[in-house]
Structures are given as C-alpha cells and as structure tokens.
C-alpha cells in the first residue's frame, strides 16, 4: 500500500490456523494458511453541541459516496454476563463510560458463558484506568476483587475450558502475578502525587496490569467452545469466511524517507497489529483475510484520511473493489467485483443477520457484538443504499467519544466491525491520503 504516494504498507498474516505452509514475502518468510472457501483461524469519539453535530456530519459523509461507504458494527452472548448490562452500556455509552480498550471489546466479542471469568474482567480492566487516572486506592482496591475472584473462583472457570489444566496454570500465574502489581501501587501511593517517583512506579504498575490482561485474554480464548463455528448461511458458502480470529500486521513506510510524526516523536515505519474477528464477522472477515493473502492491499493507495477515517481498498482503474469469481448469492458489482453482503450481529442473537441494516430489521438502537468505540476500529465500506455493495474497500474509524454522544452512533448496525487495532493505532494520526 501506498500512503501519501509515498509510502509502502506491507501487509502480514501474522497468526492463522494449523494448516499454516509458508510463504516467499517481500519482508521476509511469513505464515500464512492455504484459503479455501472457509478459512480457519486458532482457537483460541454553544461547544458541545458543534462537536456532536460534526460527527453526524462526518458519518453522513460516510454514507455519502460510494467509494468511501463500508459495512461495521463486545460480544454478549446468552448467559455471559456478571457483565451483561454492562456490556451493554459499553456498547451504547459515550465518553468516559464507552469502553474505548480494542483488546477488552475483543474479550468481550468472544462466543463464551462463563460468569465468572466476566465479573474477573471488570476489575481487572478497572484498574487500568485507575492507574491512568492515578487513583492508587482504587486500583489496590480492584487489585483486591480481581484476587478474591481468582481465589474463591478458580473452579468455576476452569470447568468452561476446553483444557481445565491449561486454565489452571492460567489462573494460577495471574495469582501470582498480581504481585508486583500491588507492590507498584503500593510504592505509588507512597509518593507525592505527580512526582518522577510516582510515576515511574506507575509504570511499573501498568506494566504489570498488561501482563495481566494478556493473561485474561489466553484464558478467555481457553473457553471457547472446541469445534465452535459461528452459524452463516448455507447460501454464502462460496465466499471466504473466518471462523475464529487471526492477527494481521501492516508495516508502513514513507518512501521518502520522512518519519511518522506522533506526538512529536519521530518513527521511521508504522506498524498496526489488527486481530481479525471472524466469531462476529464470519464474512467479511474471512473475506478480508483472503485478500491480505492475495497481496490485494499491497502498494495500494490511501483514498481517504480526513481525521474521522482512514480509508483504502479502491484499486486503480474502474472497478471499485477486488474483481474475482462472485458468490451465487450476491453477485459481482458493475465491473466485476466480487460483492459481500452486508453482516451485523446483534447481542443475544446466536448469529449474525445478513443483507439488511439494524433500523430496517426493526432492532433500531440494539447493541451489536462489536460496536465503534475504539480509535482504530475496522469497519467495510459500502454504497449507502445498497446493503450488498462491499467488496474490498476498509476504514479504520479514528474514534473520538466527543463525537459519538449516548444514543447517535450512526455506525453501529449500519456498517459491520471485523477488527481492531491492538497496537500502533497512534500511526493513524500521521497516515495521509494519497496525493
């Protein structure tokens, strides 16, 4: 890919399903897992009012022009909640109350029961913002729920893992580990509030809260039911699908050797992880997916960075996505592109539903599995008054809560979510539109 007209994206499948054989990269020797027509993964935004004007205007501007349009939407799946009203509010709220964290969206997002592990999760997530926010008493405070819960909890957990051993040995590291987080608190909360001191051992402190996180989400994935497939219909078999997730890199270079300014620190390349969801977004996911192993985004342009997306996928010449064999389904666009059906999926609901919107289903203001409320969220464009018109064209929504008020994301339902940004989201703030 090409940003700015000058610069090169590399795009990488990082991580995939066994199955996995190897092949030649212009960076190097990467896994990638032979496409088929289902590709399996690894188990495993007077003042205010100006503000909330702009984004609808922005998101108008969305559906506005077909070359720009895309299709969108944490997960709360039946029974999974000591969190399910929460989650619901995480998905509709605005501000300080959206959970803006791509990786807690994404543990949320997974197909699992167990209610315990949710009522782990809030605390635990709790504390990051406590750490931030340098509420050490609340922190120490979460830090002490989280505990209890891997104490008293533990069996309760391990009977939803596919490996009861594997999630003990989980359960039992994070228990450890929750260690040298209340030491870091406990040495934060000693010093004077503001100082280098405190600081630095609010470093340490989230540090150790990410080691934790990381953890929660390995034990999370061990829940997943084995064999779980997401239910598509029999009628989209002959598109590419996702079933699980898989964890995509795109490298970004300036070819003319400027650096990436972020914040005022300069670097040389732009890296963006993005795990892609196929348990939420079976199609377009998988459909994605198979493009990234088809080197389709490779030097290609940015269309579209206008501070609400950044956007891509419109190869040159007339078509306006990627031209190849059309499902039986759907069909190909004007110039042979190869359509994909517009896919949301409504919490509750044990599958997505297809080729329409979330108002014209009559489920207005529901809350999907993944929702736009993280900067860097991954949404698929489309024509605004064709459900069925995406093909290959992506954004990433630079997310901004200012924007998106409680009640008005003009997003969710109307276009699907397959990804996040889990590191490197920043980049986006300096990746320009094609000259």
């Known amino acids: 890919m090409t940003v700015l007209g000058s610069a090169a994206l590399v795009v990488l499948l990082l991580s995939s399903p066994a199955s996995a054989f190897v092949v030649e990269h212009r960076l190097g020797r990467v896994p990638f897992t032979a496409p088929a027509t289902s590709l399996r993964a690894t188990d495993g935004p007077a003042e205010g009012f100006q503000r909330a004007a702009a984004g609808f205007l922005a998101a108008a501007a969305l559906w506005s022009s077909p070359s720009l349009l895309s299709s969108l939407p944490v997960a709360d799946f039946t029974g999974s909640a000591g969190g399910t009203a929460y989650a619901k509010e995480m998905a509709s709220g605005s501000g300080s109350r959206v959970n803006k964290d791509a990786e807690s969206l994404l543990r949320y997002g997974l197909p699992i029961t167990n209610k315990e592990v949710r009522k782990l999760q809030l605390p635990l997530e709790a504390i990051r913002q406590d750490i931030v926010s340098k509420r050490t008493g609340d922190a120490l405070n979460d830090s002490k729920i989280s505990r209890g819960i891997l104490k008293s909890k533990s069996a309760e957990m391990i009977k939803s893992c596919v490996d009861p051993k594997a999630c003990a040995d989980i359960i039992a590291k994070m228990s450890d580990d929750m260690t040298p987080l209340d030491e870091a608190l406990d040495e934060a909360k000693n010093f004077q509030l503001g100082s280098q001191q405190q600081g630095a051992a609010l470093d340490k402190a989230a540090a ?200 008005k994301n003009v997003l969710d339902g109307r276009y699907p979510v397959f990804g996040y940004v889990v590191e490197g989201a920043d980049y986006l703030a300096d990746v320009k539109e094609g000259e």
């Open 208 to 407: 150790a809260q990410t080691v934790l996180s990381k953890q929660l989400t390995t034990l999370e994935e061990g829940m997943v039911p084995k064999g779980y497939r997401t239910p598509v219909p029999e009628v989209y078999k002959d598109l590419p699908q996702l079933q699980g997730r898989a964890t995509v890199e795109f490298v970004i270079k300036k070819t003319d050797g400027a650096p990436f300014d972020i914040q005022g620190v300069n670097f040389p390349e732009a890296r963006l992880k993005m795990v892609i969801d196929g348990y939420n977004a079976p199609v377009t996911a998988g459909n994605f997916v198979d493009l990234v192993l088809k080197n389709f985004y490779t030097e290609m342009n940015i269309q579209r960075s206008d501070g609400f997306v950044v956007q891509t996928g419109d190869p040159k010449g007339e078509a306006d996505g990627y031209v190849g064999t059309p499902s039986k389904s759907i069909g190909q666009g004007r110039h042979g592109e190869r359509l994909i059906p517009l896919e949301i999926f409504v919490k509750g609901d044990k599958g997505p539903f297809y080729e329409t919107t979330i108002e014209d289903d009559g489920r207005g203001g529901e809350a999907t599995t993944l929702p736009f409320s993280s900067y860097g969220v991954m949404g698929w464009a489309r024509e605004e008054y064709d459900p069925n018109s995406g093909s290959s064209q992506f954004f990433w929504l630079l997310f901004d809560s200012d924007l998106t008020p409680a009640g």
